[in-house]
């Protein structure tokens, strides 16, 4: 018997916190579109899977443009709702985007089903598109039965300033998909931090080469790319300090057992983002601080995002200001007492244990 019967959920070809995964053990019948990243030409694809197998996977069209990405995306919906589902079966579909719910009254007359609007970026900026998408986002959240978030911090945006958690509306952050942490691991004189994914100038890493630069008893593999000029001015910034021998950057990404062959030696993962009230990151979960806690990493971060409260109250980490004294004193505590961070990155990550953690939130889609 499974958990969930029939299931239409958007899917990214980006970290998603495991909840993929979880519908696929947990679901019937679950059809997932992949729609990012977006605009990626044939990138995109969908796969079918009844009672957990994969029965079919085929690729979509998605054009580069990104007006006719997002069309092209309806249609897809569209094309797999009709074909895979009849009319009178009962479906959840777990949807990212606003635009989405533009003709659902439309498609229920044709198919029983059921909008899970989970939202996951919040554009607190002043600009014009920015406005536009605040005002749809909330239009649809105020008219939708169920809505989930991807913080806390846009959980209260959307409630008036409440933090709601009933059946229907709920803060559901990225799960994990917790390792085995031996809390016997020690840290030697030098300490190895680590820093991955996209690089852009909003992420600290300027601040963190300084933070280098001043303690050489600090190392950092530093594991991503960005902009051809951005990447220019940090390689700059090495020679500058005169650290490469203690900075690994290959100006590259790596996925997988390659990512994790990179950083198996590491002891810290470091994300010292800007703290903006007017980011996107501000209200989103930051995939960035998943991994690391997924890599066994006890985590130094700014309170850039709501999932910094969550770093102190497992005690998984160290909130820090940007100041490089702050930071490197933060790094030292943590070398100090190493187990009691073990310790509580092993709660955080028995908190966010996608199988439990999901099953909690997607407890409405239960078969009754």
């Not at 980006?14 to 579109?33: C, M, P, R, S």
Request: net charge positive; with cysteine; hydrophobic share 40%.
């Amino acid at each position: 018997m499974y958990t969930y019967k029939t299931v239409f959920t958007l899917a990214t070809l980006q970290f998603d916190g495991h909840y993929l995964q979880h519908l696929i053990e947990n679901t019937e019948k679950l059809v997932a579109l992949y729609l990012l990243p977006r605009g990626g030409g044939a990138s995109n694809l969908y796969e079918v899977y009844h009672e957990g197998v994969l029965v079919e996977k085929k690729d979509v069209y998605s054009p580069k443009n990104l007006f006719l990405a997002y069309l092209f995306y309806y249609i897809h919906f569209f094309r797999l709702l009709f074909r895979y589902f009849e009319k009178e079966e009962k479906l959840y579909f777990v949807n990212f985007f606003w635009f989405y719910l533009f003709f659902r009254p439309i498609t229920r007359m044709f198919r029983n089903i059921h909008y899970v609007y989970w939202i996951g970026d919040y554009w607190p900026m002043d600009t014009f598109l920015a406005k536009v998408q605040q005002f749809f986002i909330h239009y649809y959240h105020d008219r939708n039965m169920i809505c989930l978030y991807l913080s806390d911090r846009i959980n209260r945006k959307m409630n008036n300033g409440t933090l709601v958690h009933t059946q229907y509306k709920k803060t559901s952050m990225w799960g994990i998909d917790p390792p085995n942490i031996s809390l016997k691991k020690r840290v030697g004189n030098e300490i190895t931090l680590c820093h991955i994914g996209v690089l852009v100038d909003w992420q600290g890493i300027d601040l963190l080469l300084a933070v280098i630069a001043g303690d050489k008893r600090l190392k950092l593999k530093l594991i991503g790319t960005g902009n051809a000029s951005l990447m220019a001015t940090y390689k700059r910034l090495i020679k500058e300090y005169r650290i490469t021998d203690r900075v690994y950057f290959p100006n590259k990404f790596f996925y997988g057992k390659d990512l994790w062959t990179q950083i198996n030696d590491c002891q810290i993962g470091m994300a010292l983002y800007t703290v903006d009230v007017k980011s996107v990151t501000y209200y989103a979960d930051p995939a960035k601080v998943k991994q690391y806690a997924e890599f066994g990493l006890p985590i130094i971060m700014t309170n850039a995002a709501g999932v910094a409260d969550y770093i102190t109250k497992f005690q998984a980490g160290i909130v820090v200001t940007r100041d490089i004294h702050t930071i490197q004193e933060a790094i030292h505590k943590m070398k100090n007492n190493y187990e009691l961070y073990l310790h509580g990155l092993n709660e955080f990550n028995r908190f966010f244990s996608f199988r439990t953690y999901y099953r909690e939130i997607f407890r409405f889609m239960e078969e009754k």
